[in-house]
Each structure stands twice: as C-alpha cells, then as structure tokens.
C-alpha cells in the first residue's frame, strides 16, 4: 500500500476511534451530571459526535474503520476511569466533568488540525474534517462560557 495512502487512513481511523472514545465519555458525563443544563450539554455533545461518525464512515466507505457498535479504544476507557477517580475526589461532579470535555475537545482539534494538514486527504473528506473541526471549536468556547458559569 501507498505510504501517503495509509498515513490518511491512519488519520482518519485515529478521528473514528476518538470520536467513539468521546462518545462514551459524553455518555457517562451526562448520566453523571448533576445540573439538567450541563447533562443536556453532554446529551448533544454525544448526538453530534455520533454524526461526526457517521460522516466519517460515510465519507471512506471503502476504509475498514470498525463496526457500527462503538467500541472506542483501550486508552479511553482508561481515561474515563481517571475521570470517575477525579469526579470522586474533586467534589463537584460538573465542574470536573466540564473540565474534561475541554481538555477533550483541544486534543480532539489537535487530532483534526494533523489531518487537515495531510496533503493527499480528498477534498471532499478534508470539507467534512474541516467542518467537524469547527463544530468542536464552537463547542470548546461554548463549554468555556458553561464553565465560567459555574
């Protein structure tokens, strides 16, 4: 296989494998929230990841990157753990929990930022990948202002 070929595959299986890590962690987040305006937050943060995989997918059909079932990955599921041992100790459930969806969301930009700069990424595909990144930076000073709020 093409050496750029699998780079972009490989970018584009790190974005489904995130988004599915991300939508577990919205899940638990909204289950465990508190306030009805934070746990709604996480409810939409969880239907918009859920598009994003699905555009995803739809956009490589050809590109084996995993099942309709949301598996997410290993280190994910470690770092939700981590979130429930923080959450514990820190007192305030959504605070926490905001916390993490911000440090999130700048990792999850990191992760499209490195796929928007590959140079052989499909116009088509680079649109949906710059659009996501958007949505999330919109998101990440929405969550800010939440976390102001509080």
Do not use: C
């Amino acid at each position: 296989m093409n050496k750029d070929i699998e780079k972009i595959e490989n970018r584009i299986k790190d974005l489904v494998t995130n988004n599915e890590d991300a939508i577990k962690g919205f899940e638990k987040a909204s289950k465990n929230a508190e306030q009805v305006g934070i746990k709604s937050y996480f409810e939409r943060k969880v239907i918009q990841r859920m598009q994003f995989l699905k555009e995803l997918r739809a956009s490589v059909p050809d590109l084996d990157i995993g099942s309709v079932k949301i598996e997410g990955s290993a280190t994910g599921a470690v770092h939700r753990t981590w979130m429930d041992v923080k959450a514990f100790f820190a007192g305030d459930n959504d605070e926490a929990m905001l916390e993490e969806a911000v440090r999130g969301d700048k990792a999850a930009i990191k992760d499209y930022d490195k796929a928007l700069v590959e140079t052989m990424v499909p116009a088509r595909l680079k649109e949906i990948i710059r659009v996501q990144r958007e949505k999330l930076q919109n998101d990440l000073e929405t969550t800010e202002i939440l976390e102001d709020y509080r």
